[in-house]
């Protein structure tokens, strides 16, 4: 079993900055492809940046040139989040998917709450 474990959620003025961070509770050395989702009170779960272990990189329109996707390794990713609005409040969850010997399985963190308000 994988875990993902979130971090860095707050609450932030508009304009400001934070950086969310997921990291795997287990060693994997296989990546596919890491993400981050957010979902409002009353709203669809909605895809905010996603990064395949190719590199390629894909951002909701809201959030293009505001928020930014890294791995560290493929036990530890980020977004980074700029110029923050308050339409961003919403919880965050960090998804990967890992290879394993046959299969490619998907997990997901928690959800940490991310609030924009003056």
């Known amino acids: 079993q994988v875990q993902l474990v979130e971090s860095g959620g707050g609450l932030v003025q508009p304009g400001g900055s934070l950086r969310l961070s997921c990291e795997a509770s287990?060693?994997?050395?296989?990546?596919?492809?890491i993400g981050w989702y957010r979902q409002a009170p009353g709203k669809e779960r909605e895809l905010v940046a996603a990064r395949t272990s190719s590199g390629n990189t894909n951002y909701a329109d809201s959030v293009k040139g505001r928020f930014t996707i890294s791995i560290e390794t493929a036990n530890n990713f980020y977004l980074q989040m700029n110029s923050l609005k308050p339409e961003d409040t919403a919880v965050y969850y960090c998804?990967?998917?890992?290879?394993?010997?046959?299969?490619?399985?998907?997990?997901w963190g928690q959800g940490t709450q991310v609030t924009v308000s003056s």
């Open positions: 287990r060693t994997i050395f296989s990546i596919v492809s």
């Open positions: 998804n990967a998917h890992y290879s394993f010997p046959g299969a490619t399985r998907q997990f």
